[in-house]
């Protein structure tokens, strides 16, 4: 079953035209995909335009319904006030959106989503306090509580030390062989996608040069 269907699927920004050039891509359910390729190359723009954030695009997308998502480090607030606890639970909004007040079972789901990430015990620490591999893991557990079935993930372990990166992957790793839970990420670090992702998916100037097995792809042209 795809989770995400992308048919000729075509995006230009005003200071960037053909930044997408006819992308066909299906996510299938259960396979953790990585999209790999270098800075400009389209990565972003395309999780954006899965997402809805990108608009005036030309093709189809066809998607499942609740999608998690973890933006770039960049791109997200990492000293604001507020404890883990707090932060995974804002997570549920997407699925609480009549109410101001979050529903027994949304703090349900938040309570298990945090055990099985191990950040319960350290629930009340405030967010702003963690090291930047803990954020992460924060962030993951946020995006999970939208989801039961898909998360997208753009650069989750850009700047991050290769240990700590390791272990984001291998936290990724087990989220889909426990939970079959599908995964779409960006990344820059090439060798380390190809140890864990299902499918390889490489952009180059805003076309699709590769798709399919980590064990085809060749780094360089060298396999």
Do not use: W
């Not at 998502?69 to 609480?96: C, D, H, M, R, W």
């Amino acid at each position: 079953m795809n989770l995400i269907q992308i048919k000729d699927l075509c995006f230009s920004y005003p200071t960037k035209p053909n930044t997408l050039k006819h992308i066909n891509l299906n996510v299938k359910e259960g396979i953790f995909t990585c999209i790999v390729g270098e800075n400009g190359s389209g990565k972003s723009s395309l999780l954006k335009c899965i997402l809805g954030l990108n608009k005036g695009y030309t093709g189809e997308i066809k998607k499942e319904d609740n999608i998690g998502y973890l933006p770039q480090k960049s791109q997200i607030q990492t000293n604001f006030p507020a404890t883990i606890e707090e932060v995974v639970l804002s997570g549920t909004i997407a699925n609480n959106i009549k109410s101001i007040f979050y529903k027994k079972e949304d703090k349900e789901i938040a309570k298990n989503i945090m055990k099985k990430l191990d950040i319960y015990d350290i629930r009340k620490t405030c967010f702003a306090d963690l090291s930047g591999g803990q954020q992460q893991r924060v962030l993951i557990a946020r995006s999970l509580c939208a989801t039961k079935k898909i998360i997208i993930l753009d650069e989750p372990t850009n700047g991050l030390d290769p240990s700590i990166a390791k272990q984001i992957y291998e936290l990724l790793d087990n989220l889909k062989k426990a939970d079959n839970i599908t995964i779409l990420m960006v990344s820059h670090d090439i060798e380390r996608a190809l140890n864990y992702a299902d499918t390889v998916v490489e952009l180059i100037d805003g076309k699709i040069t590769f798709k399919g097995k980590p064990s085809e792809f060749k780094i360089g042209g060298k396999k």
